[in-house]
């Protein structure tokens, strides 16, 4: 069985990020013996926060978690450019998954539309990430999960791994 935390975000009296708070959040989950933590998902208050402040979580749970667990971050927005800015980001930062829903605000025409946007969040201006990284994807109805070792990244088209499977 393997333990995986949504952690919650931590924020100070004046609503901003108190990134402080992670270290303690990270020993925690560590001393709680969980193989990685979810950032910035429903749990986390992502859709509340403002693309960098999404962003500088990620950047400090990555940097506490490292070689501790691994880091899974939610990257889904109800823009199509900011979903990508934000699997870009987490690719440089260094998170071992991505994990979307897809626009929520108005309804995809159909299964193919869901399964378009998520391949085109996992193009994510592959230029600005590190090369060479192998990243798997699995599409479930509403989520999308990118782990670090099945999906290779696709920077010029459609989403390379033939294996995805389409929402229902």
Do not use: K
């Not at 990244?153 to 294996?163: F, L």
Request: charged share 20%.
């Amino acid at each position: 069985m393997t333990l995986l935390t949504a952690v919650f975000t931590p924020f100070g009296p004046d609503g901003s990020l108190d990134l402080d708070v992670v270290v303690d959040q990270a020993d925690a989950i560590s001393h709680w013996g969980s193989r990685g933590v979810y950032v910035g998902g429903t749990a986390g208050e992502g859709a509340s926060m403002t693309t960098a402040e999404r962003m500088a979580l990620l950047e400090r749970w990555c940097e506490v978690a490292a070689g501790r667990f691994d880091v899974i971050a939610h990257v889904g927005h109800t823009s199509l450019a900011e979903a990508r800015d934000l699997a870009a980001h987490a690719r440089h930062a260094g998170a071992h998954a991505i994990s979307a829903v897809p626009p929520y605000f108005h309804r995809p025409a159909d299964a193919a539309a869901v399964a378009d946007f998520f391949a085109r969040v996992t193009q994510a201006r592959c230029a600005r990430a590190p090369r060479g990284r192998a990243e798997p994807m699995t599409v479930r109805p509403n989520v999308l999960v990118i782990q670090a070792d099945q999906f290779r990244w696709n920077c010029t088209g459609a989403a390379a791994n033939p294996d995805v499977e389409t929402p229902m």
